[in-house]
């Protein structure tokens, strides 16, 4: 192999201030929107092109680049909307486990030799009570669920964004 062929655009970018006039910054502009490319890929990229015929050789380490930059992107997104989910899970386990200690614990200060009994609520018996409580339960499941699923519509709809978005570019 030659060293044109072995040439690639190294992982890491070197800044390097350049003037274009409005013409070349437009046209360079389109093309790398046509080609689905950020505009240092894109200028590196034609400016490659210009200097050696092998086209190839050029346009790869580009799309290579490119490529990864978007996904590193997009793993940081999904990665951030998972660590929002996993904390908001947390909290809500946390706030539960609270809320039922404190339930027994009331239970079991009013009735100290009984109350693992008296907070028995049966699954499907014909108590009146019972299925007051259980009555009572899905409904507040309900509202819960419903404000879980209000608060979670937006990082569900940044994450459908995100890989419509994927889907398109592909």
Known sequence: MNETTQARRPDKTY?????????GREKIEAWAKANRINFSAAI????LLGLDDERSSY????????????IRLSFN???RLLSDIAVESAVARTMAEG?????V??????????FENRMRVSRGGR?????????HLADITSHV?????????????QVENLLVTGEEAG
């Open 77 to 79: 997104r999904i990665a």
């Open 59 to 70: 346009a790869i380490p580009a799309l290579r680049a490119t490529t990864l930059q978007g």
């Open 127 to 135: 108590s009146p009570l019972d299925a007051r409580i259980r009555a």
């Open 145 to 157: 669920e419903q404000a879980a699923i209000e608060r979670i519509k937006k990082p569900v709809a």
């Open 44 to 47: 590196e990229t034609l400016a």
């Open 15 to 23: 800044s390097k201030h350049i003037m274009l006039t409005e013409f």
């Open 105 to 114: 614990r009331e239970q079991a200060a009013a009735s100290p030799d009984d």
């Open 99 to 103: 809320i039922m200690l404190q339930l």
